[in-house]
């Protein structure tokens, strides 16, 4: 029988795909709980912040204004570039289907506000989370060592203020893509089928429900948070804390070797998926679960 390195006896080759699932099941697991108690770490400390004890790190406001500035300053530009595409295909579609040219409003409007503007907002979001917290949580982990006496661990107070933040930013860069989105619709409507101003948002404001104002909020909440923990879990995980100190007395961490891009680009790739799971989630539970989806063009039919 042969044997591991370890000593332990190998699995049987017909079972090796059955340890594979398992291992593959486990680590997924240990991942999203990780990621769960740090965001609930993140949420207590903001439920009850500690005033007996200074941090060696800065305040969870001033932290999470600063995070705040940056999401929003490199996100408006991008989300703006994103839905002035979007908006303007909108409008193209209606413009060259010719079926219901009077509901371009309501095609661009809602669409946007309803699935579009929050969930691409939230994937671009998600790539500028990886590309700039986890470098930088790594660079402050090496910096701050653990606090035996802070009741809170480092971890927690890093982690906090930028989930905080990237919670906040979301629904800004949904609303700010919606409009940006809506007026290139418009402005598309007006020059390519001559459609008065009037009845393009006469349609969108009949067609738009209040829950689409809601969901829009709420998804972008989620759409921030998410992604923003899974960040500061994969920066600040076990695997990527000091493991030794190198003679010059830089830390040295257990993933030393590995490219930042891989732990950047599994981060997006999580980042996303969590936010395609709770937009369908969405859709599944709050709008499929009433008898109507909601107000239509179409007339109804007669019996």
């Known amino acids: 029988m042969s044997t591991t390195t370890d000593g332990a006896p190998a699995s049987p080759v017909l079972l090796q ?22 965001s609930l770490g993140a949420v207590g400390w903001l439920l009850r912040p500690d005033k007996s004890h200074t941090p060696p ?21 991008l989300v703006g570039l994103v839905h002035m595409a979007m908006g303007s295909f909108l409008a193209l579609q209606a413009y060259y289907g010719s079926t219901f040219i009077d509901g371009t409003g309501a095609v661009v409007g809602v669409g946007l506000l309803r699935n579009l ?3 691409m907002s939230g994937m671009i979001l998600a790539g500028l989370l990886a590309t700039r917290m986890i470098p930088e949580l790594r660079r402050l982990q090496g910096l701050h060592r653990e606090d035996p006496e802070g009741p809170l661990p480092v971890a927690v107070r890093m982690a906090g203020p930028r989930i905080a933040a990237a919670a906040v930013a979301c629904p800004l860069l949904g609303l700010w893509g919606v409009a940006v989105g809506t007026l290139v619709g418009w402005q598309a409507a007006l020059s390519m089928m001559g459609l008065p101003t009037r009845t393009f948002f006469m349609m969108m404001l009949k067609m738009m429900w209040f829950r689409d104002v809601v969901g829009l909020v709420v998804k972008g909440v989620l759409f921030g948070l998410l992604p923003a923990a899974i960040c500061c879990h994969e920066a600040l995980r076990a695997g990527f804390r000091e493991a030794e100190l190198a003679d010059c007395g830089t830390a040295v961490h257990a993933d030393a070797g590995t490219p930042l891009a891989t732990p950047v680009f599994r981060a997006t790739c999580l980042g996303i998926i969590s936010i395609l799971i709770v937009n369908m989630s969405w859709f599944m539970l709050v709008y499929h679960a009433v008898p109507f989806y909601g107000p239509t063009l179409l007339k109804t039919p007669s019996p």
């Open 57 to 77: 790190l800065p305040g969870f406001g001033r932290t999470m204004i600063r995070q705040v500035s940056w999401m929003l300053a490199l996100g408006f530009p």
């Open 117 to 119: 503007g929050g969930m």
């Open 17 to 38: 795909p059955v340890g594979w699932v398992g291992r593959t099941v486990l680590t997924m697991t240990s991942y999203v709980g990780g990621a769960v108690l740090l």
